[in-house]
């Protein structure tokens, strides 16, 4: 293992911005950008696709719709922390065992809160395999019908949980959709590709290197916490991958990137993070992003991470939008009074949210924000 020179928090924040791929350097693709960052939260599909946006110029929210519908190059699944996310398809198989594991012993006890029980929650999971096989996409409330006639419960969340479970074992993940509503399918037959198959410790070393690609400098604790393993797989990952490892000393303790340079952005990096951006979950500490007070505002309960103003990798305020007879407004509510050169870089990442959803976008400051 190699040392490093201290970081500062400023320096370790604009190295996460670079490794985050939002200072925007390349013209990665659709899959490449998901690759990267190994995953990007979408329990709110749109503010994914946004994600995306904000890590590369020039990308439509019509080639992210392409990417996981025609060419299928990414999917929607359940994945890390057991919560939905975009992968690129060719991870699928090697990933989504490792991450979801030990949230599987949960959902069979909340099934059988809801009544599922015995052996009828893997009668379900082999049936709705049969049924996507025969019928091929189905939405969720066709599934449930189907297995209620079967006399499997699907009241309250069990259907939810029942669905969650079969896509935690690899058999079904979300396909095309139909009426506004997302099909599930049959993973094998959606994902159309030569499934990458890894052995467990091989997986564990990958995941490592691929979170620390898209989030160093950074400790086992904060590859536990984004991914959702165990805290003893994390370090024992970074065990098995230390000949790869340069340790940097930061103020707020030891450190880990890949390599041997560190090669933050020259320039200010202002962007407009949706709802559950990958910069705002990818560590335990998120001291550095905003103080404990400002988070109150980011995240105000129920575990939903608002839209946030980001300025070199720090929290700068929140924001919002709404659809109007003139396209979209965007409002912004800084924490503190803003310099007007911000300002500008605020209004033309804002337009380039406009940009992306084919429609014009102005910014509001409902709170006043000009020095």
Known sequence: MVRSSTLTDEQMR???TAAQLLHRRG????????SHLTGVQAQVLPAASLALRARRSGLTAAAVDRARIRDRSIVLCWAMRGTLHL????DHAWLVPLVIERRIANAH?????EGVTGDQSAKAVRSIERMLGREGPL???????????????TEGQAIAHLVWLAAAEGTICYGPDRGGERCFVLARDWLRRPVTKLDPDDALNELAVRYLRAHAPAEPADLATWSGIAPAGARRAWRCIDDRLVEVATDRGRRWTLGHAITPPSNEVVRLLPAFDEYLLGWKDRQLIASQSRWKTIQRGGGWLHPVVLVDGSAMGTWSSERTTD?????????????????????????????????????????????
């Open 87 to 90: 992968l690129a398809a060719e």
């Open 27 to 34: 013209r990665r693709t659709v899959v490449d950008l998901v």
């Open 109 to 113: 006890r909340r099934l059988r809160q």
């Open 14 to 16: 604009r190295s996460r």
């Open 139 to 153: 939405l969720r409330s066709e599934i449930a019908e189907r297995l209620q006639s079967q006399g499997i419960r």
């Open 327 to 371: 396209g979209l407004r965007v409002d912004v509510s800084p924490f503190e009074p803003l310099a007007p050169t911000l300002r500008r870089g605020i209004d033309e990442d804002a337009r380039d949210i406009g940009r992306f959803l084919k429609t014009q976008a102005g910014t509001t400051y409902p709170k006043r924000s000009a020095r």
